[in-house]
T-cell receptor, first 114, second 114 residues
């Protein structure tokens, strides 16, 4: 059974500091990995998707790496801003003939202080 | 480009009642997945619909059922509501033949069972 863990559960940093969020998964047979952002009481916004054959993906200040063999992904957010305060979730996708499903970690709650 | 939409936004029900939640997928998408997110936790996969059939199911009781219509929209039905069913219910869609299986999420329906 695939299990996804995110550590730490919460993180508080001063504005301008770089953020490093960790995600680990137990089964390396994944199709892809997605990072999401969730604001309180809202839905999920997709930030980055990394295919299992890729090592990293970048979008603006965000960079995500994937090491499938060790079951780890890291999301880097450069020069954090108060607007980056949110919960960040990682999810791994397993694709079968019947379809695909996402297995999520518990999330890391981030607070960026001005 | 219309994203994933869900209705209603909020819902309050009493234990033992039944509820129906609705989801319209992102334009052009043909697959709908439902997730349950309890407060402070990551989303849990309920089931996925493709071609009007349930293709995969997570570890949820038969009280949870669904349907997909010819226009790809979907409903989630929960019977005999329990207090523990209180959660944010998220709908996600993707296009099977897109290749990336990237899932796009709606804003969610907040269900409170009293």
């Amino acid at each position: 059974k695939q299990e996804v863990t995110q550590i730490p559960a919460a993180l508080s940093v001063p504005e301008g500091e770089n953020l490093v969020l960790n995600c680990s998964f137990t089964d390396s047979a994944i199709y892809n990995l997605q990072w999401f952002r969730q604001d309180p009481g809202k839905g999920l916004t997709s930030l980055l998707l990394i295919q299992s054959s890729q090592r990293e993906q970048t979008s603006g200040r965000l960079n995500a790496s994937l090491d499938k063999s060790s079951g780890r992904s890291t999301l880097y957010i450069a020069a954090s801003q108060p607007g980056d305060s949110a919960t960040y979730l990682c999810a791994v996708s397993v694709v079968k003939a019947a379809g695909n499903k996402l297995t999520f970690g518990g999330g890391t709650r981030v607070l960026v202080k001005p | 480009d219309a994203g994933v939409t869900q209705s209603p936004t909020h819902l309050i029900k009493t234990r033992g009642q039944q509820v129906t939640l609705r989801c319209s997928p992102k334009s052009g998408h043909d697959t709908v997945s439902w997730y349950q997110q309890a407060l402070g936790q990551g989303p849990q996969f309920i089931f996925q619909y493709y071609e009007e059939e349930e293709r995969q199911r997570g570890n949820f009781p038969d009280r949870f059922s669904g349907h997909q219509f010819p226009n790809y929209s979907s409903e989630l039905n929960v019977n005999a509501l329990l207090l523990g069913d209180s959660a944010l219910y998220l709908c996600a869609s993707n296009l099977v033949w897109q290749g990336t299986y990237e899932q796009y999420f709606g804003p969610g329906t907040r269900l409170t069972v009293t």
